[in-house]
């Protein structure tokens, strides 16, 4: 094979990686990280693998695992998702904005921080295992 089809093959895996970090900018996981960056996954709690979530306007399908511990809400990608940390996020900055059906399946909006760092979209189970933690909401919102 002539040396350009290795130089394409060996372009696309670095097309991809730039292409995830340019994403995790974008959708605010970057930002997120800066302040929430994630050491190690906590040992306790309820874990949700295969899971999706929603941050600002791109969407994780199945490849997320959250986890609801007293620590916080741990967000993690698979590994190849270059330039997505893990997350956890204490629940002192976190507040459920709205729960609601979304096609065939039940989701809660939170937002992190006050003002707004981030919007997040899960799985209504997810926030279900967590309202023992969850701050109190004023339903007058």
């Known amino acids: 094979m002539p040396w350009e089809v290795y130089f ?4 696309i895996p670095g097309f991809f990686a730039g292409l995830l970090v ?3 900018k974008l959708s605010g996981w970057t930002k997120l990280a800066e302040r929430f960056r994630a050491d190690r996954e906590p040992d306790d709690g309820t874990c949700f693998r295969g899971q999706f979530l929603r941050i600002g306007w791109c969407d ?13 809400l741990y967000l993690a990608v698979w590994p190849i998702f ?8 204490p629940w002192s900055v976190l507040q ?26 899960l799985p209504l189970k997810v926030i ?13 919102d």
């Not at 394409?8 to 372009?11: E, H, R, Y």
Request: with cysteine; aromatic share 8%.
């Open 8 to 11: 394409a093959f060996a372009l």
């Open 22 to 24: 340019v994403i995790a």
């Open 60 to 72: 994780y399908n199945g490849c997320m695992t959250i986890r609801v511990s007293p620590e916080g």
């Open 82 to 89: 270059v330039g997505h940390a893990p997350l956890l996020i």
């Open 96 to 121: 459920v904005v709205e729960e609601r059906r979304r096609r065939w399946f039940a989701v809660a909006l939170l937002e992190v921080g006050q003002p707004s760092q981030a919007k997040l979209q």
């Open 128 to 140: 279900d295992a967590a309202r023992a933690w969850l701050p109190f909401q004023d339903s007058a």
